[in-house]
């Protein structure tokens, strides 16, 4: 119990502290503090589970979540302490915004845990929703023309796409009510699954659908992504690392927990197709934007696109295989994403510029910004021997023993985006030396520890791990 | 008595989806948010009949909420603000509205279509809210897609919110209806706030999207 209060008092209680304090070095202590504290409950949670209540769950699925979450929480909030403070120095970001934009984190991390901890499916719904608010307010911060487009384009599609969640939550219950009744039970998660046996089909199938198109288009499927490019480019760029690393895991998750209420009851339809399908347009249109993209955050928030897309699809796939594929991508894409932003947010202050045009040298003028953006490309990229490969090579080769075909589709999606990956960052690691080349302050340790993981998966992967996500792979059907 | 509380119902969900056509066809500000308005009057009345005929008090509260925030105060924020920006003599310029509204009679004969094959387990009451909310929805939707101005797209949005709300009353027993609908109306409060707070009409001159649209981050 002290766990779960820890990962959701710590933020909300740290959000109102921060709220009220001046000075931005004490409140990035603060919020690196926070975060910290709700990472070790995040862990605890892992000995100690409280008791499965009408609000609250904590399962073997949702630990990995949200240990991942506030893993990423507290290193953004470290890469942040030195983001800001650059920020600060050139004008871009006043005292009072950043003490919003500290008070903001806090809150959305409140959000996204409290969606990953919730047993009650209309919860989880108004935690996303939090979750949401608080990134949209974050994502606008800078209130120049563009970041205001960024952020009300975000706002709008993302209320959309939730109310459409909201309707998919409501058809769930009504499929679920001949078979349990009303009241609370009727929207708690894991009574929901006990009786999902005798839910009402069809209902449930129309429940999905919205469900689908409504989370999906918080995950950043494609032909709902269009807030996602312009609010990772425009947002700071701690933002941009949490949106990619774990708010998508978060819609993701949400998905997941109604899929396998389906999967749960016959005669629905099989959710499989509709995600392989969702996730493969994802994948392939993602791969051939990359190709045009002249902004390195942009270009970054595609490929998150295109990875949204590979897990989509590979717990689409389902059986223990490709769920354990999809989780391993997942957690390999959060960890590595957000080291590339990391050093990105760097590289664009010290450039003063996310032009990849205006770009050029870098592993001569900052050689370990350079060199890590490029650790973290040959990743992301699914190159070996980081974690992204060995997850890739099991989304491929799974997909391969059953259906060659759309195992051919996904390599020519993963080599398209690898090309085009490597040609952008090639121009701006090597070559003449473009931008300023001032020295940089900035704080390598998260981005080191993030890759450092990413590359230890990929060399050795624990066996406790792996049995651990076997055993969720399992458990997700 | 189960006949009147089912036709009542009947007439009520219609009622919104009526109001959702008349919105569509509104090109004059002002008189949209009226329409608004009265969306949000005959979704507290459905919302109240509903507390009434499921005997659940605390619906009461949700159409209580409904008829202040709703009915009244949202509506008139969005007027002040409509006046302020100075566009409230303007004409927005919606193409074929005919084959709009052919297309929203279209949307609302596949909701019925859709819905009421699916929900012919359910309660008779919830199965017309379920439809008829869907109708609504889809109507917002449609609207939303239609409109360039960011002030018609937050009305449209709030009108596709009241089928939601419409849908969530309908379920009968649903928990949590009233905490929802409060979490709903802190999102919707944040979309009027945010056409200030975003300082559309200052940053872009207008509140034309199609002044946004020319702007991507990536044509510099």
Same mark, same amino acid.
């Given at each position: 119990m002290i766990a779960l209060a820890g990962v959701l008092g710590v933020p909300l209680a740290a959000a109102a502290l921060l709220a009220a304090l001046p000075g931005y070095r004490l409140s990035a202590r603060i919020n690196g503090v926070a975060s910290f504290i709700a990472f070790v409950a995040a862990l605890l949670l892992f000995w100690r589970r409280p008791a499965v209540g009408p609000f609250m769950l904590v399962d073997d699925l949702n630990v990995v979540f949200i240990m991942l979450s506030t893993f990423i929480g507290f290193t953004t909030s470290v890469f942040s302490a030195s983001y800001i403070g650059h920020e600060l120095a050139t004008g871009r970001l006043t005292a009072v915004y950043l003490r919003f934009y500290h008070a903001m984190f806090q809150v959305m991390m409140f959000g996204m845990n409290l969606a990953l901890v919730s047993n009650n499916i209309g919860l989880m719904w108004v935690a996303v929703e939090l979750a949401t608010l608080s990134t949209v307010m974050m994502v606008g911060l800078y209130r120049t023309h563009e970041a205001l487009e960024a952020a009300w384009k975000y706002f709008i599609l993302g209320s959309v796409g939730i109310a459409l969640a909201l309707f998919g939550t409501i058809l769930v219950y009504l499929a679920a009510r001949p078979a349990m009744g009303g009241g609370l039970p009727g929207m708690a998660w894991t009574a929901l699954l006990a009786h999902a @046996? $005798?839910? $009402?089909p069809a209902l449930l199938d129309i429940a999905f659908v919205f469900l689908l198109i409504g989370y999906g288009t918080k995950i950043g499927? /494609?032909?709902?992504? /269009?807030?996602l490019p312009d609010a990772h480019a425009e947002g700071p760029t701690p933002i941009s690392a949490v949106l990619s690393g774990l708010l998508l895991n978060v819609a993701l998750y949400a998905l997941l927990r109604f899929k396998m209420l389906l999967a749960a009851c016959p005669g629905s339809i099989a959710p499989g197709p509709l995600m392989i399908v969702l996730g493969l347009i994802s994948l392939l249109f993602a791969s051939v934007m990359l190709?045009? @993209?002249? #902004?390195i955050k942009r270009m970054f928030a595609y490929s998150s696109i295109e990875h949204m897309g590979i897990i989509v699809f590979a717990f689409g796939m389902a059986g223990p295989l490709g769920n354990f594929a999809g989780l391993l991508q997942m957690v390999m894409h959060s960890l590595t994403k957000s080291a590339i932003f990391f050093s990105v947010g760097h590289v664009a202050q010290v450039k003063g510029t996310q032009r990849i045009a205006d770009i050029g040298g870098l592993t001569e003028s900052h050689p370990v910004l350079g060199w890590s953006l490029i650790a973290g490309v040959a990743a992301i990229t699914g190159l070996p021997p980081f974690g992204v490969f060995t997850s890739e090579f099991l989304v491929v080769s799974s997909t391969f023993a059953r259906t060659p075909l759309l195992a051919g589709l996904l390599a020519c999606g993963l080599l398209l985006a690898l090309g085009a990956l490597l040609m952008r960052v090639s121009s701006v690691a090597f070559g003449v030396v473009r931008g300023p080349v001032a020295p940089v302050e900035a704080s390598y340790l998260p981005i080191f520890a993030h890759l450092a993981l990413v590359l230890i998966a990929g060399v050795y992967l624990p066996w406790p791990l792996v049995a651990w996500f076997q055993h969720v792979a399992v458990l997700l059907g | 008595m189960h006949a009147i509380s089912f036709d009542v119902a009947k007439l009520l969900a219609g009622g919104l989806v009526l109001a959702s056509f008349l919105m569509i066809y509104q090109v004059r500000l002002l008189a949209m948010l009226n329409v608004l308005g009265g969306h949000a009057f005959i979704l507290a009345l459905a919302i109240a009949w509903q507390a009434h005929v499921q005997d659940a008090p605390e619906l009461y509260i949700t159409a209580a909420i409904t008829l202040i925030f709703k009915a009244a105060l949202l509506p008139e924020a969005l007027r002040r603000i409509v006046i302020r920006l100075g566009i409230h003599r303007e004409i927005e310029n919606v193409t074929s509205l005919g084959a709009v509204m052919l297309a929203g009679v279209g949307l609302v004969a596949l909701s019925l279509e859709v819905m009421l094959p699916v929900t012919a387990r359910t309660d008779p009451l919830t199965r017309i809210d379920i439809a008829l909310a869907l109708s609504v929805v889809l109507l917002g939707l449609l609207m939303m897609v239609t409109r360039r101005n960011a002030v018609s797209q937050v009305a449209a949005f709030l009108s596709l919110e009241n089928g939601i709300d419409l849908a969530a009353a309908g379920a009968?027993?649903?928990?949590l209806v009233v905490e929802i609908s409060i979490a709903f109306s802190v999102l919707v409060a944040f979309l009027v706030v945010g056409v200030f707070l975003f300082r559309i009409r200052e940053r872009? #001159?207008?509140? #034309?999207?199609r002044a946004l649209d020319a702007f991507r981050g990536d044509r510099k």
């Amino acid at each position: 119990m002290i766990a779960l209060a820890g990962v959701l008092g710590v933020p909300l209680a740290a959000a109102a502290l921060l709220a009220a304090l001046p000075g931005y070095r004490l409140s990035a202590r603060i919020n690196g503090v926070a975060s910290f504290i709700a990472f070790v409950a995040a862990l605890l949670l892992f000995w100690r589970r409280p008791a499965v209540g009408p609000f609250m769950l904590v399962d073997d699925l949702n630990v990995v979540f949200i240990m991942l979450s506030t893993f990423i929480g507290f290193t953004t909030s470290v890469f942040s302490a030195s983001y800001i403070g650059h920020e600060l120095a050139t004008g871009r970001l006043t005292a009072v915004y950043l003490r919003f934009y500290h008070a903001m984190f806090q809150v959305m991390m409140f959000g996204m845990n409290l969606a990953l901890v919730s047993n009650n499916i209309g919860l989880m719904w108004v935690a996303v929703e939090l979750a949401t608010l608080s990134t949209v307010m974050m994502v606008g911060l800078y209130r120049t023309h563009e970041a205001l487009e960024a952020a009300w384009k975000y706002f709008i599609l993302g209320s959309v796409g939730i109310a459409l969640a909201l309707f998919g939550t409501i058809l769930v219950y009504l499929a679920a009510r001949p078979a349990m009744g009303g009241g609370l039970p009727g929207m708690a998660w894991t009574a929901l699954l006990a009786h999902a @046996r $005798d839910f $009402d089909p069809a209902l449930l199938d129309i429940a999905f659908v919205f469900l689908l198109i409504g989370y999906g288009t918080k995950i950043g499927l /494609a032909p709902m992504h /269009a807030w996602l490019p312009d609010a990772h480019a425009e947002g700071p760029t701690p933002i941009s690392a949490v949106l990619s690393g774990l708010l998508l895991n978060v819609a993701l998750y949400a998905l997941l927990r109604f899929k396998m209420l389906l999967a749960a009851c016959p005669g629905s339809i099989a959710p499989g197709p509709l995600m392989i399908v969702l996730g493969l347009i994802s994948l392939l249109f993602a791969s051939v934007m990359l190709y045009r @993209r002249r #902004d390195i955050k942009r270009m970054f928030a595609y490929s998150s696109i295109e990875h949204m897309g590979i897990i989509v699809f590979a717990f689409g796939m389902a059986g223990p295989l490709g769920n354990f594929a999809g989780l391993l991508q997942m957690v390999m894409h959060s960890l590595t994403k957000s080291a590339i932003f990391f050093s990105v947010g760097h590289v664009a202050q010290v450039k003063g510029t996310q032009r990849i045009a205006d770009i050029g040298g870098l592993t001569e003028s900052h050689p370990v910004l350079g060199w890590s953006l490029i650790a973290g490309v040959a990743a992301i990229t699914g190159l070996p021997p980081f974690g992204v490969f060995t997850s890739e090579f099991l989304v491929v080769s799974s997909t391969f023993a059953r259906t060659p075909l759309l195992a051919g589709l996904l390599a020519c999606g993963l080599l398209l985006a690898l090309g085009a990956l490597l040609m952008r960052v090639s121009s701006v690691a090597f070559g003449v030396v473009r931008g300023p080349v001032a020295p940089v302050e900035a704080s390598y340790l998260p981005i080191f520890a993030h890759l450092a993981l990413v590359l230890i998966a990929g060399v050795y992967l624990p066996w406790p791990l792996v049995a651990w996500f076997q055993h969720v792979a399992v458990l997700l059907g | 008595m189960h006949a009147i509380s089912f036709d009542v119902a009947k007439l009520l969900a219609g009622g919104l989806v009526l109001a959702s056509f008349l919105m569509i066809y509104q090109v004059r500000l002002l008189a949209m948010l009226n329409v608004l308005g009265g969306h949000a009057f005959i979704l507290a009345l459905a919302i109240a009949w509903q507390a009434h005929v499921q005997d659940a008090p605390e619906l009461y509260i949700t159409a209580a909420i409904t008829l202040i925030f709703k009915a009244a105060l949202l509506p008139e924020a969005l007027r002040r603000i409509v006046i302020r920006l100075g566009i409230h003599r303007e004409i927005e310029n919606v193409t074929s509205l005919g084959a709009v509204m052919l297309a929203g009679v279209g949307l609302v004969a596949l909701s019925l279509e859709v819905m009421l094959p699916v929900t012919a387990r359910t309660d008779p009451l919830t199965r017309i809210d379920i439809a008829l909310a869907l109708s609504v929805v889809l109507l917002g939707l449609l609207m939303m897609v239609t409109r360039r101005n960011a002030v018609s797209q937050v009305a449209a949005f709030l009108s596709l919110e009241n089928g939601i709300d419409l849908a969530a009353a309908g379920a009968e027993g649903m928990p949590l209806v009233v905490e929802i609908s409060i979490a709903f109306s802190v999102l919707v409060a944040f979309l009027v706030v945010g056409v200030f707070l975003f300082r559309i009409r200052e940053r872009f #001159d207008t509140v #034309d999207m199609r002044a946004l649209d020319a702007f991507r981050g990536d044509r510099k």
